[in-house]
Structures are given as structure tokens and as C-alpha cells.
């Protein structure tokens, strides 16, 4: 697949000395969803900014459909949508104004009949008269995504769209990202709602401390990094496990009461048959079972934490 936004290298660095970016590297299909993940402060926004050309970088490039965005910032900044954290309109405008003015200031004709299009996507043509000022926090949140779409990008960025808004709009925004993927929209989508991520993205991103920790596809990346248990809801409470299951991947849960088999998801066995008939031959019933699978936030908070942790020094390095 072709990459329509390429970051090679990429570094900030700020008067303070802060580092917030660490030579990033990254490519961006055409039509994809991506989703970057990190705790507060990894870096999500700074990376966003320099390739919206809001913040400038302090090395490497960046290209967004062709276009670096430094060198030729107004041809790239044309195909690029952006959906800030922060709401920062127009008070005074009406809603239509405030769209027109925006398609303007990407150098596009004007087309009221695109702007209808959008504000009725979002549930806003009923407010297009109205005044910011006079909105909802939440419709507020929805000009916000109308003004950066006004000017029909081909790469929309999403900053945390859904932090503090409520369900109604959250339920409408994934409709809209669903639709504009499918008239292939590149969408980059940075989040704290995991299960949004885990939903919508075709891959996954996580940074941490102005580093990417990995780029992986999401149906790979769960596999990978994914863990299955198997819990058995046993007839009679164990107070030890015998000794012949030293060395298995087996835990007793629930004051005894359970058994938990940890399992990884890849392998072509999952050991389940033979503890299953190891268990029959101790005379070890149950009653119940079922299985759970790793979540995408298990497998964030796992991978951040390692990120975090010092790399443990080799024996020649004592």
C-alpha cells in the first residue's frame, strides 16, 4: 500500500531542552484508519502539530501526499483535516459562516451544497444559523469536526474527538469516521477510549516518552501480544496443586475455588486436552468453564510499562 503520509526521522526539541519527539519513523496508508496510542505527554499532539505544519520540527521531514510539509506547507496543509483537543471557534460566527470561512481558507470554491452534506452528518444543519457561542459544549465539539471537513481533506486527524462528549455524538462520530473511510478518507485517530481503537483501527501505533514503541497491524498485534485463559469453576476448593502440574502455565484462583490456564493464542497447541485429561486422572472435577482473551488496553498498559521499565544490564556489561 501506498504511504500517503511518510515521517522519517522526525525530532522536536524545545527552547527548554525538553525532547518530545525521538527520531519517530512512520508510514501512513492511503485510506486507513491508524490509531495512536500513548499516555499524556508521550508525544501524540507534538507529532500531529508538525504534520499539520502548526509546530515546526527540529529535524527530519515530513510528507503528506507528496508534499513536504515544510518546503511546500501550503499543498500539504490543503489535504489535511484536523480535529484539535481544544475548542477554539469563532464565538460570534454562526455555524455557516464559520464553515464558508474555513473551505476559504484552504483555497476552495465555495460549495454550500458539501457544507449541507457535512453539518447534517454531524445533526448540525438545524443549528446552522446559530451563533457559536450560543452552542452546547458537545455541538461546539461537532463544529469543530465540520470546520475540518469543510474543505474536503484526503488525511483527517482526530485529536482525542470524543474525550468529554456524550454518547449520542460519540455514536454519531463513528458513523461519520465509518462513512469517510469508505470514500477513502485517510483518518488518524488519537485516543484514550481503547475500545475505540480496538473497534475502528486497521492498525495500531503506540508512543511513549517520544518514541514509537511499536507500528503493528491490529489483528496481528493481537495475536502477537494477545493471551487466553481458560478458567475452570471447580467442584471441590483445592488448597495446593499437585505436584504434577509444577511447570504448567496454572494458577488457583478464588480461594481455591478456580483453576486459571494461561495460554498463548499463536501456537498450534494450547495444551488444553492433556491438562483437561491430567486433571481427570487426579480426580480433579469441575463445573464450569470459559475461556477470556487479552484486551487491546491489557496489551497498551503491558507495552507501555515495559517501555518504562531500564533495560536490565547483560553480564558483560557488570
Excluded at 181 to 203: F, K, N, P, Q, S
Excluded at 218 to 247: V, Y
Excluded at 284 to 304: K, M, T
Amino acid at each position: 500500500m501506498s504511504a500517503i503520509i511518510d515521517v522519517r526521522a522526525l525530532t522536536k526539541t524545545y527552547a527548554s531542552g525538553f525532547q518530545a519527539l525521538k527520531g519517530i519513523d512512520l508510514q501512513i496508508h492511503k485510506g486507513e484508519v491508524f490509531a495512536l496510542l500513548g499516555p499524556n505527554g508521550a508525544g501524540k499532539t507534538t507529532l500531529i502539530s508538525i504534520i499539520c505544519g502548526i509546530v515546526n520540527p527540529s529535524g527530519g521531514t515530513v510528507v503528506a501526499d507528496g508534499h513536504d510539509v515544510v518546503r511546500d506547507y501550503r499543498a500539504a496543509r490543503r489535504r489535511i483535516g484536523l480535529v484539535p483537543q481544544e475548542l477554539s471557534t469563532d464565538a460570534f460566527e454562526t455555524v455557516w459562516a464559520t464553515l464558508r470561512f474555513s473551505r476559504g481558507l484552504f483555497g476552495r470554491p465555495p460549495d454550500d451544497a458539501h457544507l449541507e452534506k457535512v453539518l447534517r452528518s454531524l445533526s448540525l444543519w438545524d443549528k446552522k444559523d446559530t451563533k457559536i457561542s450560543a452552542l452546547s459544549g458537545g455541538m461546539k465539539r461537532r463544529v469543530l469536526i465540520a470546520k475540518a471537513l469543510a474543505h474536503e481533506p484526503e488525511i483527517l486527524f482526530l485529536d482525542e474527538p470524543t474525550a468529554g462528549v456524550d454518547v449520542e455524538l460519540r455514536h454519531d462520530m463513528w458513523q461519520l469516521v465509518r462513512q469517510l473511510r469508505a470514500d477513502g478518507v485517510t483518518i488518524i485517530l488519537t485516543t484514550h477510549y481503547i475500545e475505540e481503537a480496538e473497534e475502528m483501527a486497521d492498525r495500531i501505533g503506540v508512543i511513549n516518552h517520544g518514541e514509537l514503541v511499536l507500528v503493528e497491524d491490529k489483528a496481528t498485534l493481537m495475536r502477537k501480544l494477545g493471551r487466553k485463559q481458560l478458567t475452570l469453576s471447580l467442584q471441590e476448593p483445592l488448597a495446593t496443586l499437585p505436584d504434577d502440574f509444577a511447570g504448567l502455565p496454572l494458577d488457583l484462583a478464588d480461594d481455591g475455588q478456580s483453576l486459571v490456564y494461561t495460554f498463548d493464542v499463536q501456537s498450534e497447541e494450547t495444551g488444553i486436552g492433556p491438562l483437561l485429561r491430567r486433571l481427570n486422572a487426579h480426580g480433579i472435577d469441575f463445573r464450569d468453564l470459559h475461556s477470556s482473551e487479552s484486551s487491546l488496553e491489557e496489551i497498551f498498559v503491558s507495552l507501555v510499562r515495559q517501555a518504562r521499565e531500564p533495560a536490565r544490564p547483560r553480564e558483560a556489561d557488570r
